[in-house]
Structures are given as C-alpha cells and as structure tokens.
T-cell receptor, first 112, second 114 residues
C-alpha cells in the first residue's frame, strides 16, 4: 500500500537537543496528523493540522502544515529520554474522506 | 473517556488456523478502521466502516480476511486460514463524523503465525 516518505528514518540525539522531522507526499492533503508509538502500544495522537501554513504546538512539540499542502513538519524542543519512540505522520488525501495514509516513521533515540 | 479497546493483545497460532480480533471503539465514534502494521512500517488500512457499512475494503485480502461491525459499534476482524505472512500488529482506530477527522488507536493485537 501507499506510504508517505518520512525523514529521517532514524536519529540519535543528545538529551536537551531539538529535533526536526518531516513528511512529504506527491499528493495534496487536507489534514495532517502526527503520532508517537511506543513499543508494544498503538500510535498516540500528538498534533492535528487542518490548514495550509498552520502551526500548532503541544507542549514541547510543534507541527506545521506545509504551504504546498504536500508536506508537514514536526519539531521537538529540548528532548528528554521519554521522547524515544517512533513518530508517524498521517495525511488525509483530498479525495479520501476520513481515510489516512501513514508515513514510514522516524525512529528517535535520545541519549541521556 | 475510555479509549479504543482491543483484544486479545497477543496471539500465537499455527499456520492454517483461524484467528479473530475484537475492537470496541470510542463511544459515539461512527467510523472504525482496521490497520495492519508490519515490523518497522507504518499502519496500512485494511478496512474502514462508517457505522455498520464497510465503505473501503480495497486493501482487505478477501480470500482469507473478513470483518464485520454489527450494530455499528464493536467490530471483529477474522483471518482464516492464517499464513506465515500474516504475522503483524493489527490495529483498530476510530473517529467521529461530527468531529475533526482525528483517529484514535487502540493498543493493537500482535499476531504471530508459526
């Protein structure tokens, strides 16, 4: 099935550093969701974006809906060990009401 | 508010055996999704229900997979017979028509086929 491209695939960072990741598509999307998944658990919704250019924060997390509507970005500031996990983006195509396509995931590892 | 509930959490079966997964969505959520997540990948949609109607099952391998959502609440996903390649995590999610299109996931069922 179709999956969105996420970058980077994985990253090691030091505790306290900021993290940036992105998700890109060849299609236009009208909604972007960002999830975090811990081992053995289901994805947990972090942030939802509904308009091009929208910037939304949730604590230390900030996500943006790209102007072209083909990409989205997630930033984590001052990372802590519990930020470890896999981050997934999910986009809702214009033609697929309530249907989401997921990214390949960015695996984050934080070094204390 | 209770989240999406799934059972069992883990299941180990031999190939060719049947298996079933159960999902109870968030109360009031009209739309229910079943996803399969292979190791190291993002979830991939198998089937989507709006109330009791399956509106998107294009990715469901219909020769061995079936699903139902009687009364538009709980749902069951079945595999019969299971194959080695079916080993994966099966995730259920739900969302609300009148809400904001946000999907909420259950903890998943990890299936191992030996």
């Amino acid at each position: 099935g179709q999956q969105l491209n996420q970058s980077p695939q994985s990253m090691f960072i030091q505790e306290g550093e900021d993290v940036s990741m992105n998700c890109t598509s060849s299609s236009i999307f009208n909604t972007w969701l960002w999830y975090k998944q811990d081992p053995g658990e289901g994805p947990v919704l972090l942030i939802a974006l509904y308009k091009a250019g929208e910037l939304t924060s949730n604590g230390r997390l900030t996500a943006q809906f790209g102007i072209t509507r083909k990409d989205s970005f997630l930033n984590i500031s001052a990372s802590i060990p519990s930020d470890v996990g896999i981050y997934f983006c999910a986009g809702q195509p214009l033609t697929g009401t309530y249907k989401y396509i997921f990214g390949t995931g960015t695996r984050l590892k934080v070094l204390a | 508010e209770a989240g999406v509930v799934q059972s069992p959490r883990y299941k180990i079966i031999e190939k060719k055996q049947p298996v079933a997964f159960w999902c109870n969505p968030i109360s009031g959520h009209n739309t229910l999704y079943w996803y399969r997540q292979n190791l190291g990948q993002g979830p991939e949609l198998l089937i989507r229900y709006e109330n009791e109607e399956a509106v998107d099952d294009s990715q469901l391998p219909k020769d061995r997979f079936s699903a139902e959502r009687l009364k538009g609440v709980d749902s069951t996903l079945k595999i019969q017979p299971a194959e080695l390649g079916d080993s994966a995590v099966y995730l259920c999610a739900s969302s609300s028509f009148s809400g904001d299109n946000e999907q909420y996931f259950g903890p998943g069922t990890r299936l191992t086929v030996t």
